[in-house]
Nanobody, 121 residues
Framework: QVQLVESGGGLVQAGGSLRLSCAAS????????MGWYRQAPGQQRDMVAV???????NYADSVKARFTISRDNAKNTVYLEMNSLKPEDTAVYYC???????????????WGQGTQVTVSS
């Protein structure tokens, strides 16, 4: 089995910073990409930032220049450094991994349980 465990969410004032972490564990052969998505109440889940195994990154326009995604391939962990946070960044943040499992050697997609980020004005 594969698990994604997130940490680092919380309550912060506007202009503040938070760092999210997500560790993938289990029978993993290789990770193709990891990323962060977010979902505010009543809204769809949207991509925030994604990073490939080669280090290529992609960001939502709304977070460019404020958020930075990085990963530690040796630890199968992805991070999201969030600076200059705004109330509109408030959402549940979900970690996502696109990987080849060591179970059936197939490309599969996994989600974490989500971590709440609340930015007060």
């Amino acid at each position: 089995q594969v698990q994604l465990v997130e940490s680092g969410g919380g309550l912060v004032q506007a202009g503040g910073s938070l760092r999210l972490s997500c560790a993938a564990s289990g029978r993993i052969f290789s990770i193709i990409a990891m990323g962060w998505y977010r979902q505010a109440p009543g809204q769809q889940r949207d991509m925030v930032a994604v990073i490939t195994s080669g280090g290529t990154t992609n960001y939502a326009d709304s977070v460019k220049a404020r958020f930075t995604i990085s990963r530690d391939n040796a630890k199968n962990t992805v991070y999201l450094e969030m600076n200059s946070l705004k109330p509109e960044d408030t959402a549940v943040y979900y970690c996502n991994a696109d990987l080849i499992t060591g179970i059936d050697w197939k490309n599969r997609n996994y989600w974490g349980q989500g971590t709440q980020v609340t930015v007060s004005s």
